[in-house]
Nanobody, 118 residues
């Protein structure tokens, strides 16, 4: 059974930093597009950033220049380095693994809470 497990969330002051990790127990991690989503209370889930299997990266405009996504295909892990955090970054952050080939495979983690507050 595939597991996607996030870690690294917590409480941080405005302007601070956090690093989220997501480990996915898929067989061929390198072929998956990996993404981070977030959902704030009362709001829809939104795509924060994605790194494709080919290494292409996109960011939500609100996090450009502050967040950095990276992946380690050997460790089957994707990271989200978050800096200059703002209260509006407060949300549950979810990791997603997506593969579109002959079969479509899509997996979600359980989420990790990030709270930015003084």
């Amino acid at each position: 059974q595939v597991q996607v497990v996030e870690s690294g969330g917590g409480l941080v002051q405005p302007g601070g930093s956090l690093r989220l990790s997501c480990a996915a127990s898929v067989r061929d991690f390198s072929v998956y597009d990996m993404a981070w989503y977030r959902q704030a209370p009362g709001k829809q889930r939104e795509l924060v950033t994605i790194i494709t299997s080919g290494g292409r990266i996109n960011y939500l405009d609100a996090v450009k220049g502050r967040f950095t996504i990276s992946r380690d295909n050997v460790k089957k892990t994707v990271y989200l380095q978050m800096a200059s955090l703002k209260p509006e970054d407060t949300a549950v952050y979810y990791c997603n693994a997506n593969f579109v080939g002959l079969a479509h495979r899509n997996y979600w983690g359980q989420g990790t809470q990030v709270t930015v507050s003084s």
